[in-house]
């Protein structure tokens, strides 16, 4: 089992592009948890979905933030038009059930400049 | 949503020394875990814990629910313990993260 996968690791995006972070459960997984960390900041939580269903997104930033979990393939968090204020590790973590418990990826890391 | 409090916000230990983290919650939850993220940033699961004791070699914790908190026990600390540890609880979907408890083991 390989476990939460996240890619790409590390992404930079000038100010203005579009960033598009990917999250594969682990297998048999259909719950996936989006969570950001600022510098020097603990983690916040920012979406909750199940496979083609957003669940909670009440931690989303109100624009240019979306998430998607569809019936096949990653989950992707979208955030357009980036600015330096997105500059973030991204987690992402899934679990087999609802209440039960999740494990993490690595996180992908960007930097806007 | 839930408050979710770790304390103490800092913690500096010897090598060897013992150690309590604590983790209160404002209501009734249905999941709570205990998470290691080490100085690489990698987050890491220790316990989940809802209610009752587990152990994990050194590590051991404790959820008492009725009484909204959880404590983590780190026993004969190492350095590679460093980093900061996070409790998190979920309730009806919600999901809430305590601040954290930054620990720095010295050698």
């Known amino acids: 089992n390989a476990g939460v996968m996240q890619n790409p690791r590390h992404l930079v995006r000038r100010r203005g592009q579009e960033a598009r972070l990917r999250c594969s459960p682990m297998?048999?997984?259909?719950?996936v948890y989006w969570y950001r960390q600022l510098p020097e900041e603990g983690l916040k939580f920012m979406v909750y979905?199940?496979?083609?269903?957003?669940?909670?997104e009440s931690g989303m930033p109100k624009e240019r933030f979306s998430a998607e979990f569809p019936k096949e393939g990653p989950s992707i968090l979208r955030i357009q038009q980036v600015v330096r204020g997105d500059s973030a590790a991204y987690f992402c973590?899934?679990?087999?059930?609802?209440?039960?418990?999740?494990?993490f990826g690595s996180g992908t890391r960007l930097t806007v400049v | 949503g839930i408050q979710v409090e770790q304390s103490p916000p800092d913690l500096i230990l010897q090598e060897g020394a013992n150690s309590t983290l604590r983790c209160n919650f404002s209501?009734?939850?249905?999941?709570l875990q205990w998470f290691h993220q080490n100085p690489w940033g990698q987050l890491i699961n220790l316990f989940y814990i809802p209610s009752g004791t587990k152990q994990n070699g050194r590590l051991s914790a404790t959820t008492v629910a009725t009484e909204r908190y959880s404590l983590l026990y780190i026993s004969s600390s190492q350095t590679t313990d460093s980093g900061v540890y996070f409790c998190?609880?979920?309730?009806?979907?919600?999901?809430?993260f305590g601040a954290g408890t930054t620990v720095t083991v010295r050698a």
């Open positions: 297998k048999g997984h259909s719950h």
């Open positions: 998190d609880v979920l309730r009806d979907y919600k999901l809430s």
């Open positions: 979905l199940q496979k083609e269903n957003i669940i909670d």
């Open positions: 209501d009734s939850v249905n999941n």
């Open positions: 973590a899934s679990s087999p059930w609802d209440s039960y418990g999740y494990t």
